[in-house]
């Protein structure tokens, strides 16, 4: 048997990693500045990480959720820390796609309404109704078409403003990326945000902040959604949650019931994924992570700005982006087969940074010299 041939595939194998540094199986190094995709939150085979897994399963590894699992509580109440949202439930799952459907089935569930409304250039997840509102027909089967899904235009408060008028007692939600990652790092405006929430409140919609790629202190805040002094009704998470162990989960506003039922899972909340998502969450309060991740954005950011051939530097904390002109537009490939280097893309032009939230400026100066060779040569 072959796999399934659906990745245009780097022709590196990964054997070994620890920090910001992976191995190939030639021993050759590289830095990692993209994390597989923002994965990597505190750094490959973290010691913290590994220990806690190891003791885990040592103990057990999985069983289903029809009894008492404690390790998912104590996430909870430390979830509730760290994110600053003590008063908000947790249910647990195992990917981004599957957060953001519960989000979506949820915000139906509770309003007994059928809209979503989603932006241009939104990236929500491969299953039915995450992909339905994902701005890119080419990942969208005939199958999951739906009239369910509304696109407005991002950042522009006056579609919002005119759709809501129209249509606001048909929105059950409205699900947005605080950043949009897969779209190509676009910050969504804090007043725009505060809109949202607005309009919310007043048509009774549940606002759902996607934070799987911008969530989980890479902005520098918990949520990048924080930024703009708003408070979502369901927080989206997963990548960073695990540090590459598979878990996702949605934060919901105590506004919202629970019925029994309403929501399951097999895997979703096992006590191996939540032993790596605690790892990951003790990791962030000791080491700081949130005010370290704010601090090296700023500093990548501000030597990327000072390379003028770049164009649009922007981000927020460690989630950075910028377009590439024309003449540099192999800079990726050379970044990672000249300099070692991974870094992330979104289409047609624009670089993607996404490294763990304790890398260090050692790192950072690497990355940067590297680009700055690339440029003038
Ligand atoms: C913002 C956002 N939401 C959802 C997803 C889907 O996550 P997963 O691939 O874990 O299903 C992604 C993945 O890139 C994402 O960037």
Redesign the pocket.
């Known amino acids: 048997m072959k796999l399934f041939d659906v990745y245009p595939l780097n022709d590196i194998t990964i054997v070994k990693g620890e920090g910001s540094y992976v191995w190939d199986d030639k021993g050759e190094k590289y830095l990692d500045f993209y994390g597989g ?1 923002a994965v990597i939150s505190i750094g490959h085979t973290n010691p913290h990480y590994v220990l806690r897994l190891e003791e885990q399963l040592h103990k057990i590894g999985f069983y289903s959720n029809s009894i008492i699992i404690p390790i998912q509580r104590e996430l909870a109440t430390k979830l509730g820390e760290v994110s600053g949202k003590e008063d908000y439930q947790l249910f647990l799952c195992n ?4 957060a ?1 459907e519960n989000a979506m089935k949820l915000a139906s569930f509770h309003t007994n309404r059928k809209v979503i409304v989603a932006f241009s250039k939104a ?4 299953t039915s109704l ?1 992909v339905a509102a994902t701005d890119n027909p080419q990942i969208v089967a005939p199958v999951n078409q739906t009239d369910n899904v509304v696109f407005l235009p991002f950042n522009d408060e006056v579609a919002l403003e005119t759709y809501f008028k129209e249509h606001g007692n048909e929105v059950a939600g409205v699900i947005i ?1 605080g950043i949009q ?2 779209g190509g790092i676009n910050i969504a405006a804090p007043t725009f945000l505060q809109a949202i929430r607005r309009l919310c409140d007043e048509y009774g919609a549940v606002y759902i902040a ?1 934070s ?3 969530g989980y202190g890479r902005s520098g805040k918990f949520f990048s959604h924080d930024h703009a002094g708003v408070n979502a009704d369901i927080y ?1 998470m ?2 960073g949650m695990g540090n590459g162990f598979p878990i ?1 989960g949605i934060l919901i506003a105590p506004s919202i019931a629970p019925k029994y039922g309403m929501l399951g899972t097999t895997f979703g909340g096992n006590h191996l994924a939540c032993a790596a998502a605690m790892a990951v969450l003790e990791v962030i309060e000791q080491h700081n992570l949130l005010q370290h991740a704010q601090e090296m954005g700023d500093y990548i950011m501000g030597e990327l700005g000072k390379i003028t051939a770049l164009q649009n530097v922007r981000g927020v904390g460690l989630m950075i982006g910028f377009d590439l002109p024309e003449q540099y537009k192999d800079l990726k490939k050379n970044l990672l087969v000249k300099h070692r280097i991974f870094t992330g893309e979104a289409k047609p032009n624009v670089i993607r940074l996404l490294p763990a939230l304790n890398i260090g400026k050692h790192e950072a100066d690497i990355l940067i010299n590297a680009i700055k060779a690339e440029i003038v040569s």
């Open positions: 995709h990917s981004g796609a599957e953001n990236f929500h997840g491969r995450a990326e990652g897969v996607d799987v790629q911008c989206s997963a990548k996702g």
